[in-house]
Antibody, heavy 121, light 108 residues
Framework: QVQLQESGPGLVKPSQTLSLTCTVS??????????WSWIRQHPGKGLEWIGY???????YYNPSLKSRVTISVDTSKNQFSLKLSSVTAADTAVYYC?????????????WGQGTLVTVSS | SYELTQPPSVSVSPGQTARITCSGD??????PYWYQQKSGQAPVLVIY???KRPSGIPERFSGSSSGTMATLTISGAQVEDEADYYC???????????FGGGTKLTVL
């Protein structure tokens, strides 16, 4: 059973960089066959795709966030990470990590529980 | 940027059929995926590639597409189906993915 767990600060100051890590257990990121993704959900709002990464390091980003987002992977730790720079209150959201099939990139099969990140001074 | 449009809310009585639509210009060529999200939980896939149902999803959930519109149908909706439903798909490039705005289904 694959499990994903987000970790990182729950409070970030405006203009700083939000950094989150997703630790994968029960399966290897480097086995291939899947993208690894970040999705966020503003309080009381809908879901927003942030981006995907493949274990090789190939990335796809939401065009609206691309200038501020970096997703990276550390296969040795079986983790992937999200960095979002120059945050504002509008980046306050629950951030989810998830696994998605390489050949069916709309199909998320495993999700983390989500972690709330608040941007506030 | 690419957008998928859903109605904000749909309301039905228990046992009735609920239909949730999703419109997007690339849907004739790109599959929609449907996710159910109950309060405080991560989303769950209910339909993929237009009309396929993952194991464990009740048969009352079905999907269809016609032109630029995809539809999630819940035949004989149950109270436990109350949730937010999101369609998810990609633009014509296949590289940029987007969720619809979500539809709150009320069954009462």
């Amino acid at each position: 059973q694959v499990q994903l767990q987000e970790s990182g600060p729950g409070l970030v100051k405006p203009s700083q960089t939000l950094s989150l890590t997703c630790t994968v257990s029960g399966g290897s990121i480097s086995s291939g066959g899947y993208y690894w993704s970040w999705i966020r959900q503003h309080p009381g709002k809908g879901l927003e795709w942030i981006g995907y990464i493949y274990y090789s390091g190939s990335t796809y980003y939401n065009p609206s966030l691309k200038s501020r987002v970096t997703i990276s992977v550390d296969t040795s730790k079986n983790q992937f990470s999200l960095k979002l720079s120059s945050v504002t209150a509008a980046d306050t959201a629950v951030y989810y990590c998830a696994r998605v099939f390489l050949l069916q990139p709309g199909l998320f099969d495993y999700w983390g529980q989500g972690t709330l990140v608040t941007v506030s001074s | 940027s690419y957008e998928l449009t859903q109605p904000p809310s749909v309301s039905v009585s228990p046992g009735q059929t609920a239909r949730i639509t999703c419109s997007g210009d690339a849907l004739p060529k790109k599959y929609p995926y449907w996710y159910q999200q109950k309060s405080g939980q991560a989303p769950v896939l209910v339909i993929y590639e237009d009309s396929k149902r993952p194991s464990g999803i009740p048969e009352r959930f079905s999907g269809s597409s016609s032109g630029t519109m995809a539809t999630l149908t819940i035949s004989g909706a149950q109270v436990e189906d109350e949730a937010d439903y999101y369609c998810y798909s990609t633009d014509s490039s296949g590289n940029h993915w987007v969720f619809g705005g979500g539809t709150k289904l009320t069954v009462l």
